[in-house]
């Protein structure tokens, strides 16, 4: 039975590896330690088929250590145990080379397990994970590793994957494989940077297409139907989440109106209305806040109307208002007021309050100096009578400091002039 085609047409030289040049082009750093022979413990981070296990099996390859591969979602305490027993003898003389795939799924116990053995060299943990190793992977585990990001591959990337792919099946089949026009860029934009997944679809065409004379055509209509929905790598417990989230909001605080309806559009796409209203609902009080307060009523109107009408027309009021986020003025004055009032008092820097603002609608209140000094505020010119508000400990402090936008600036420029009189 054969294997998966991913599999037999592994690339086994660095340069034939799909992207990555930030890791692997000549002078990068890894590129650097795998031609030194050197390997130390590694965490290769990344999303799926994208050279992870690739590069591990060629690093695998240039070692004189024992090659052992397990898998999290398979292995367990008593596997890293039968490993463990094979060294120091003909089994492993120069020790073993372990590729732990997906190390998220290992426990903080079977993660421990290595600690021993990767410490003293006789284990050389070259460990892959989808998920951020920095939430998943137990520090003990990290500080004996270094961290590298595989990133996701672009169509570009891709192609020549892919290509490889359709010129093996050729040669293994002797048939002669014709490609329309625009197939291997519709295979590659479909993968969403996944090359295993487009060289599985390029096997899944030859097989579906009709051969004739020993030849057979790939038409662009039958790599569409085997690729009809491009997998948007999104998973709403999982890091890209987070992710995603982030740079929802952080487009529409940078005041970019394409940038945060496309990362809307992949929120929504997934399912994921309930984060993307919160996301919006916060950026207009902390982002747009003060700068154009009128803002808050209208985004909360549209996420309203959102969750009441649901999927898909929910995307019509959340565009609205995500794109009158984005290019509304903006400012964080009221964020920043209310964070450093917080800080002061997590710090306990509060105080008695003055006397004069406490409570006195009781009995007795007179006696204990309640209220004693107090001014009406709104007996005095302008509705304003300087007095003491903060405790005595933060009398001069000051927390709110007008941002440079106009209705800011306007509410400083008539303060100014009241209180100055």
């Not at 004189?64 to 490993?83: C, M, P, Q, Y």
């Not at 740079?247 to 984060?275: E, I, N």
């Not at 004693?372 to 405790?391: A, D, M, T, V, W």
């Not at 400091?401 to 800011?408: G, I, R, T, V």
Request: charged share 25%.
């Amino acid at each position: 039975m054969l294997s998966p085609l991913a599999d037999r047409i592994r690339p086994e030289e660095l340069e034939d590896i799909c992207g990555q040049k930030h890791l692997l082009a000549d002078g990068m750093p890894l590129r650097n330690i795998i031609d030194g022979g050197q390997i130390p413990n590694m965490i290769f981070y990344g999303p799926s088929g994208v050279g992870k296990t690739t590069l591990a099996n060629i690093i695998a390859k240039r070692t004189d250590k024992a090659f052992r591969k397990l898998n999290g979602t398979t292995a367990s305490t008593s596997d890293i145990k039968e490993i463990v027993k094979e060294l120091d003898t003909m089994l492993a003389p120069n020790g073993v080379l372990l590729y732990l795939d997906e190390i998220q799924y290992f426990n903080k116990r079977q993660q421990q397990s290595l600690l021993e053995y990767i410490e003293n060299g006789k284990i050389t943990l070259i460990a892959s994970t989808t998920e951020n190793p920095y939430f998943y992977i137990y520090n003990a585990v990290l500080s004996r590793s270094t961290v590298f990001e595989f990133k996701p591959l672009t169509p570009d990337d891709v192609e020549p994957a892919i290509l490889r792919a359709f010129n093996f099946l050729q040669d293994e089949s002797g048939v002669e494989i014709t490609l329309e026009d625009s197939v291997v860029r519709h295979i590659a934009h479909a993968c969403s940077g996944d090359v295993r997944k487009a060289i599985n679809s390029c096997e899944l065409c030859f097989l579906s297409a009709k051969v004739r004379d020993s030849s057979v055509t790939i038409s662009l209509d039958l790599a569409k139907s085997l690729t009809q929905k491009s997998s948007m790598r999104y998973d709403r417990d999982a890091d890209n989440h987070y992710d995603c989230l982030s740079a929802f909001q952080k487009s529409m605080r940078g005041s970019d109106p394409d940038a945060a309806v496309h990362y809307l559009a992949r929120l929504l796409s997934a399912g994921d209305l309930p984060g993307a209203c919160r996301r919006l609902l916060v950026c207009a009080s902390e982002d747009v806040g003060l700068a154009y307060p009128q803002i808050i009523p209208i985004v909360k109107a549209a996420v309203d109307t959102a969750l009441q009408v649901g999927l898909p027309e929910a995307r019509i009021p959340l565009a609205n208002a995500v794109i009158l986020v984005a290019t509304s003025p903006k400012s964080n004055s009221a964020i920043c007021a209310i964070d450093e009032a917080m800080a002061d008092i997590a710090a306990g820097r509060g105080g008695e309050i003055p006397d004069s603002i406490k409570d006195s609608h009781y009995s007795g209140a007179s006696d204990l100096g309640r209220g004693k000094g107090y001014e009406y505020s709104h007996n005095g010119r302008n509705h304003y009578i300087k007095q003491q508000f903060l405790p005595d400990a933060l009398r001069d402090r000051v927390y709110y400091h007008y941002s440079d936008n106009k209705l800011e600036q306007a509410a400083k420029a008539y303060w100014d002039k009241i209180k100055s009189e």
